[in-house]
């Protein structure tokens, strides 16, 4: 399966939580699928999509929070995985989309084809572990995992292959903070 299938997957899943983006591919492909206010899109800062999801589980524990992550992304902050067992907020999804590579750097090979993203997770403590490789399971495991007790994980294997000429989120990171926390905070009636 390709990435950009995966994204066409779980877009059309979501309502109004929030989802945290890795930075590279991750936030590009979900952007140009479909922008939301509910979207935080990590320009540059690689590794930490995981610690800010985590800070909004925390603190909207009503809702459902969803962090889209890569492996790559995830093998550069592994502590984090620790930090996201311990504290155990129930209402936090930790989707990765594992290519085994950094392909928004060139496609250079990561550990995760010999390290099972989803074991470590599991041995962490996350209440939930799955890995999906086909296309036709991802919609019944994220539903199964939004409607479960976390922390859950989900990790869906696909192919190095987004495409290159898929555009850059053209939100400011000012832009991107004022309209996730607007939407994180609607004002009241
Ligand atoms: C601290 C830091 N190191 C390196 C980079 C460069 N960089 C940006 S995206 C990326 C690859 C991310 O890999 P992964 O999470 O697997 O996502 P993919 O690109 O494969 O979709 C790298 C190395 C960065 N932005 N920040």
Redo the contacts with the bound molecule.
């Keep these: 399966m390709k990435?950009t299938e995966a994204f066409e997957e779980i877009i059309p899943l979501l309502k109004d939580e929030p989802v945290i983006h890795?930075?590279?591919?991750?936030c590009r492909e979900s952007f140009n699928i479909k922008d939301r206010e509910e979207n935080f899109y990590m320009i540059?800062?690689?590794?930490l999509a995981s610690s800010i999801g985590l800070g909004v589980a925390i603190n909207r524990p009503d809702q459902k929070t969803i962090i889209i992550?890569?492996?790559?992304?995830?093998l550069?902050s592994m502590g984090t995985l620790a930090m996201i067992a311990a504290a155990a907020p129930k209402n936090l999804l930790h989707v990765v989309?594992d290519?085994e590579?950094?392909?928004?750097?060139g496609n250079q090979r990561?550990l995760s084809n010999s390290v099972s993203l989803e074991k470590v997770a599991q041995s962490a403590g996350y209440l939930q572990t799955k890995k999906v490789t086909n296309k036709n399971h991802i919609r019944e495991a994220f539903q199964e995992l939004m409607g479960k007790d976390g922390p859950s994980f989900l990790l869906i294997k696909v192919e190095?292959s987004?495409d290159k000429s898929t555009g850059r989120v053209h939100h400011t990171p000012e832009e991107i903070t004022a309209r996730f926390m607007k939407s994180l905070n609607p004002p009241k009636n």
């Design positions: 990435g890795a930075n590279g591919y991750i540059g800062s690689m590794g992550d890569g492996d790559g992304n995830v550069m989309i290519n590579a950094y392909e928004s750097t990561s190095p987004f």
